[in-house]
């Protein structure tokens, strides 16, 4: 019989992330989340699961070990995905206690405090790049000051199993004690990538977003897989306004995906005007329930809240067959370990 794994989730959102992690075998211990139609959200899927409906600035100020009723370095997994944010450098190397005040620092304390086995973090692929890439250094020096060894890859959801162009960059890290016994690979992509045509047959009717009658006549004049240079140049000009004159190719704009694609990255509004993702036969924007197809979700994942709430939980969202990939890689490492 296979060990039992445990995790504990910070920034759990609307669960994609966690929902991966379970179906690789993690058993959740406990999921920090600030926003109060997200923890409904889970609950109302996961009623087991100890949804800690609270600031995570206040949790961490907490004794953890007591919190989640854990022994030291007992902890398996400490999963989550902070804000990116700017430190402040002053020519030196930063530690902990210099990067306090930020998100990072809190999921930080967790592991001061907890020492799990090991830790997933995950972000937007720009963390890589971010203030000329300081920002994901400070983050590994204080990794590796709290006693782990650290490795990250940007990984795109459409090598695992999501119709959906989604880069990611995934940071593990390993406690050091167990460098010589675990042995973490990344997952590796998938030989079928999967298209809009494989996740959106058989959708259950849901809410969604309607363009006003103008925005949808524009795009009635757009075909499968085109965008704003596919209209007819009177119609582009009115319709893109002072942008019409600026360079780049701006390809979101009036943007309408073919069923032989997958979906370019989710936004938390469907109806951002840089980011169309228009449906590829009708003239409006995917349902909530074809947002979660598109991210991975289960259709019997039910989402709390309005329609504006649904679809920022989702656009958030890891998809869940990312994070299933992920955690088996995870999983395997740790069983391999045998730790």
Not at 169 to 194: A, C, M, Q, S, T
Request: proline fraction near 5%.
């Amino acid at each position: 019989m296979k060990k039992k794994r445990t995790c504990i989730e910070l920034f759990a959102g609307a669960g994609g992330l966690a929902l991966g992690l379970e179906k690789a075998g993690f058993e959740e211990v406990g999921l920090v989340e600030f926003d109060k139609t997200a923890c409904e959200t889970l609950r109302i899927n996961r009623p087991r699961w100890n949804v800690i409906e609270e600031d995570i600035v206040e949790v961490s100020k907490r004794d953890l070990l007591k919190e989640f009723k854990l022994k030291s370095r007992e902890l398996d997994l400490l999963s989550g995905g902070y804000p990116c944010q700017s430190f402040s450098y002053a020519g030196k190397k930063l530690g902990l206690e210099d990067v306090r005040g930020t998100m990072f620092y809190y999921y930080a304390e967790f592991i001061k405090q907890l020492q799990p086995k090991m830790f997933l973090a995950e972000n937007v692929k720009g963390l890589t790049t971010h203030d000329g890439g300081k920002t994901i250094q400070t983050m590994i020096d204080v990794f590796e000051e709290l006693g782990y060894k650290v490795e990250w890859k940007v990984l795109n959801a459409w090598d695992y199993g999501v119709a959906e162009k989604r880069q990611r960059v995934v940071i593990i890290g390993i406690r050091n004690d167990l460098i010589d016994k675990v042995k973490f690979e990344y997952p590796l992509p998938h030989e079928y990538k999967p298209v809009l045509r494989d996740v959106l047959q058989n959708v259950p009717d849901s809410v969604g977003a309607k363009y006003p009658e103008n925005k949808r006549k524009v795009f009635d004049l757009v075909p499968p897989g085109g965008y704003w240079r596919d209209l007819p140049d009177d119609v582009a000009r009115e319709y893109m306004k002072s942008c019409y004159f600026m360079g780049g190719g701006r390809t979101g704009i009036a943007r309408r995906l073919s069923w032989d694609e997958p979906s370019l990255t989710l936004t938390c509004s469907p109806m951002m005007k840089q980011t169309d993702r228009c449906h590829p036969d009708e003239s409006r924007p995917f349902t909530t329930r074809e947002y979660a197809r598109i991210q991975s979700f289960p259709d019997e994942w039910n989402f709390a809240g309005k329609m504006g709430d649904i679809y920022k939980q989702i656009g958030n969202a890891v998809p869940v067959n990312l994070a299933k990939c992920v955690g088996e890689s995870i999983m395997n490492a740790l069983n391999g370990g045998n730790v």
